[in-house]
């Protein structure tokens, strides 16, 4: 048998990406064979495909815009309208303690936020807060995983202490806002 030998080395992941517009910016979907496997949204199209290269370093990037238009479409469709549950099937990458805080972080309803201190409580893990912070950092997956929801302590939406994700958090707030109307 050839176990260490280079015909056991599998071929690289094969991950399939399509972009598109948002109110946010640019949106980016990418799809293995099992579920999206990311949902970036940034200012920039090249900053897409820069971090999912950073994200994906062994997968093998095909661009497929007519292939993935179906996942963009309903990603966008959502983030304009982020209530519910992300309804196309997400293929989860991380630690078992990161796919509890993400499992945890769905939970927090539209319009509303949490902190990493509460989802590390809730996980049952109440020291885990930098944990929790990490593994929201490194969730990937833009509105499907509401990690933007999750505040520091004491933060305050609108204070725009932390860019993005403030910027998230009012996005959110105002569409609730007018829902309520």
């Known amino acids: 048998m050839f176990r260490d030998g280079p015909l056991s080395r599998r071929p690289p992941e094969e991950i399939r990406y399509g972009t598109g517009k948002c109110a946010l910016g640019r949106v980016l979907v990418a799809s293995s064979d099992r579920g999206i496997v990311t949902i970036m949204v940034r200012d920039a199209q090249a900053r897409l495909l820069q971090d999912l290269r950073a994200r994906f370093p062994r997968a093998e990037l095909v661009h497929d815009e007519k292939g993935c238009a179906p996942?963009?479409?309903?990603?966008?469709?959502?983030?304009?309208?982020?209530?519910?549950?992300?309804?196309?099937?997400?293929?989860?990458?991380?630690?078992?303690?990161?796919?509890?805080?993400?499992?945890?972080?769905?939970?927090?309803?539209?319009?509303?936020?949490?902190?990493?201190?509460?989802?590390?409580?809730?996980?049952?893990?109440?020291?885990?807060?930098?944990a929790v912070a990490s593994s929201c950092k490194r969730s990937g997956f833009a509105f499907a995983i509401p990690c933007h929801r999750v505040l520091h302590t004491g933060a305050v939406p609108g204070s725009r202490r932390g860019g993005r994700q403030y910027e998230w958090v009012e996005y959110e707030a105002k569409l609730a806002a007018r829902r309520r109307r």
């Open 71 to 130: 996942q963009v479409r309903e990603a966008i469709r959502y983030i304009k309208n982020p209530a519910g549950g992300f309804p196309l099937a997400l293929d989860f990458r991380g630690t078992e303690l990161q796919k509890r805080v993400w499992d945890e972080v769905r939970r927090i309803p539209f319009g509303a936020t949490s902190t990493y201190s509460r989802i590390a409580a809730a996980i049952g893990a109440p020291k885990a807060i930098r």
